[in-house]
């Protein structure tokens, strides 16, 4: 990959790693609406995912890959909820 990022992509949590904690991946449970902003995100990826989807034909990326992608930035983006980057941030200020 040419990306100056790729030598990060490889330390990335994996869908199976955020399937055991990530609340983007919860099954099972119903939270409250006021708590749970990851179906709300969901919703409005697929969306977007579907007008993409329509568009690429072909050479579309899975959903599956897409949401893995949208879990892995906005959890690094920690400016979306004001909250403080825990230890270091690998991506700097290049997000925020």
Not at 22 to 46: E, M, N, R, V
Not at 67 to 80: C, E, G, I, M, N
Not at 87 to 96: A, E, I, L
Request: aromatic share 20%; net charge negative; glycine share 6%.
């Amino acid at each position: 990959d040419d990306s100056r990022f790729a030598v990060y992509y490889q330390s990335l949590p994996s869908e199976e790693d955020y399937r055991r904690f990530h609340p983007a991946y919860l099954t099972g449970l119903t939270l409250a609406p006021d708590i749970d902003y990851w179906s709300f995100l969901g919703s409005q990826l697929k969306m977007c995912y579907t007008i993409y989807n329509m568009n690429a034909g072909d050479v579309a990326v899975s959903y599956r890959e897409t949401y893995l992608a949208f879990v892995q930035l906005l959890t690094r983006k920690f400016s979306l909820w004001d909250q403080p980057a825990p230890g270091s941030n690998m991506w700097g200020d290049f997000y925020n």
